[in-house]
């Protein structure tokens, strides 16, 4: 049951980041938005294990690091490969094209995907109310994303909506890969998110170097040292700290310790919840909402409490 709470968690705390993370989105490139929140995350955990392991926490320790094999090294930094240092940067360019709202729909079929992938790879069944779970969660998360109301009107665009699948199947194999890493082995949530961000920022790091060997003069290319700039003269430092806070260095470590605790299709559909988060937020706000967004909220509640039950 941890791991359902968890993942729930990861949610709320990604439904409040999303905010953030879209306003600086429109200033800032989407890779170099990835690195630097991997880069900030990275130190907030790297403390996190310094203090943990001065004050003899034994799950927040250095110590779980050497715990850990080599093939399990090797998942987890597949898994930062694909899920961090690709899924979130085409996400970011997503959120750029099409908006947080179309985004977060397209994202809703990484459950699904994250299911099939982890039955194929290392057979792990769920019984029907679980796949049931799923696909109402899922639905509900569509309809709540579709009919809700936004608050900035984005247009279509081809590219933005594949980068949204991209980003949703990478998610699913990061957390796939996550899943096969940590299900069988004794490794701490917080140790296991500090390797696969770290892989994402190597590769996110060579990715840059290698677009800014190649950019022409003339083209608009955004260094990192243009992103980081830019923040500062727009002040958005503020907003771009809370954002890491709440959805990289908690969101992460919460969603490790769903991917521990519960399956992989499980995990990612909790995880996927974050719309439904957004629209009782608005609620709050005195926004108004319609019958269809209901009844999505309504559709997300049975599965998630299905998920619960299995």
Same mark, same amino acid.
């Given at each position: *049951?941890?791991?359902?709470?968890?993942?729930?968690?990861?949610?709320? +705390?990604?439904?409040?980041?999303?905010?953030?993370?879209?306003?600086?989105?429109?200033?800032?490139?989407?890779?170099?938005?990835?690195?630097?929140?991997?880069?900030?995350?990275?130190? *907030?955990?790297?403390?996190? !294990?310094?203090?943990?392991?001065?004050?003899?926490?034994?799950?927040?320790?250095?110590?779980?690091?050497?715990?850990?094999?080599?093939?399990?090294?090797?998942? %987890? *930094?597949?898994?930062?490969?694909?899920? @961090?240092?690709?899924?979130?940067?085409?996400?970011?360019? +997503?959120?750029?094209?099409?908006?947080?709202?179309?985004?977060?729909?397209?994202?809703?079929?990484?459950?699904?995907?994250?299911?099939?992938?982890?039955?194929? !790879?290392?057979? $792990?069944?769920?019984?029907?109310?679980?796949?049931?779970?799923?696909?109402?969660?899922?639905?509900?998360?569509?309809?709540?994303? &579709?009919?809700?109301?936004?608050?900035?009107?984005?247009?279509?665009?081809?590219?933005?909506?594949?980068?949204?699948?991209?980003?949703?199947?990478?998610?699913?194999?990061?957390?796939?890969?996550?899943?096969?890493?940590?299900?069988?082995?004794?490794? $701490?949530?917080?140790?296991?998110?500090?390797?696969?961000?770290?892989?994402?920022?190597?590769?996110?790091?060579?990715? @840059? +170097?290698?677009?800014?060997?190649?950019?022409? /003069?003339?083209?608009?290319?955004?260094?990192?040292?243009?992103?980081? &700039?830019?923040?500062?003269?727009?002040?958005?430092?503020?907003?771009?700290?809370?954002?890491?806070? @709440?959805?990289?260095?908690?969101?992460?470590?919460?969603?490790?310790?769903?991917?521990?605790?519960?399956?992989?299709?499980?995990?990612?559909?909790? %995880?996927?919840? +974050?719309? !439904?988060?957004?629209?009782?937020?608005?609620? *709050?706000?005195?926004?108004?909402?319609?019958? /269809?967004?209901?009844?999505?909220?309504?559709?997300?509640?049975?599965?998630?409490?299905?998920?619960?039950?299995?």
């Amino acid at each position: *049951m941890s791991g359902e709470f968890a993942a729930l968690g990861g949610a709320l +705390c990604w439904a409040l980041a999303s905010i953030f993370f879209a306003d600086i989105g429109i200033r800032v490139r989407a890779v170099n938005l990835n690195l630097i929140k991997g880069m900030l995350a990275s130190l *907030m955990m790297i403390s996190t !294990l310094a203090v943990g392991t001065m004050a003899g926490v034994a799950t927040i320790s250095w110590q779980s690091f050497a715990e850990i094999g080599q093939i399990t090294y090797s998942l %987890l *930094m597949l898994s930062g490969i694909i899920g @961090i240092g690709i899924g979130d940067s085409v996400y970011f360019a +997503c959120l750029r094209r099409i908006g947080p709202q179309k985004g977060l729909m397209l994202e809703s079929t990484a459950p699904v995907m994250a299911a099939l992938l982890a039955l194929l !790879l290392f057979h $792990e069944h769920l019984p029907v109310s679980g796949w049931v779970g799923i696909w109402l969660t899922s639905a509900g998360v569509i309809f709540v994303v &579709r009919w809700s109301r936004a608050q900035k009107e984005y247009a279509n665009s081809a590219a933005g909506i594949t980068f949204g699948f991209l980003a949703a199947a990478a998610q699913a194999a990061g957390i796939v890969l996550s899943r096969m890493a940590l299900a069988e082995n004794q490794i $701490e949530p917080l140790a296991s998110s500090l390797i696969r961000l770290v892989s994402g920022l190597f590769f996110m790091g060579g990715y @840059i +170097c290698m677009m800014h060997l190649l950019a022409k /003069p003339a083209t608009a290319y955004q260094s990192l040292a243009d992103a980081v &700039r830019s923040i500062r003269q727009r002040q958005l430092s503020r907003k771009l700290i809370i954002a890491v806070f @709440i959805g990289t260095f908690v969101a992460l470590w919460l969603q490790q310790i769903a991917v521990k605790h519960t399956g992989a299709g499980i995990a990612q559909t909790l %995880l996927a919840t +974050c719309p !439904l988060f957004g629209m009782l937020f608005g609620v *709050m706000r005195g926004q108004r909402q319609s019958l /269809p967004v209901w009844l999505g909220l309504l559709l997300g509640l049975s599965g998630i409490s299905l998920l619960f039950l299995y």
